[in-house]
Nanobody, 123 residues
Framework: QVQLVESGGGLVQAGGSLRLSCAASGLTFSAYSMGWFRQAPGKEREFVAAISWSGSFTNYVDSVKGRFTISRDNAKKTVYLQMNRLEPADTAVYYC????????????????WGQGTQVTVSS
């Protein structure tokens, strides 16, 4: 079955960096668009970034543009989210998602989800 396993979360001070990884198995990874979403306490899950199957197209929510970078390694079946200049507002559980309907911002485009990794940014 499909498994997406996130790692790399943790506690970091504002202004710091983290790199999240999402290792995929049970699917033809190179055929899938991959996305990162996040959910803060008491808030709905929101789109963060996405990348097309080839890596040639990326998509970001405005609040992370210039700070976060999504990338992928199809040989390793892994997608990454490099997060720089982190802010307390970035505190959330971050989820990796896979889908075949393009690298869009809607959660409905993705039908496979990981369990999430906690990112906490202290001020």
């Amino acid at each position: 079955q499909v498994q997406l396993v996130e790692s790399g979360g943790g506690l970091v001070q504002a202004g710091g960096s983290l790199r999240l990884s999402c290792a995929a198995s049970g699917l033809t990874f190179s055929a899938y668009s991959m996305g990162w979403f996040r959910q803060a306490p008491g808030k709905e899950r929101e789109f963060v970034a996405a990348i097309s199957w080839s890596g040639s197209f990326t998509n970001y929510v405005d609040s992370v543009k210039g700070r976060f970078t999504i990338s992928r390694d199809n040989a390793k079946k892994t997608v990454y989210l490099q997060m720089n200049r982190l802010e307390p507002a970035d505190t959330a559980v971050y989820y990796c998602a896979a889908g075949l309907k393009g690298a869009g911002s809607s959660s409905g485009l993705y039908n496979n989800w990981g369990q999430g990794t906690q990112v906490t940014v202290s001020s």
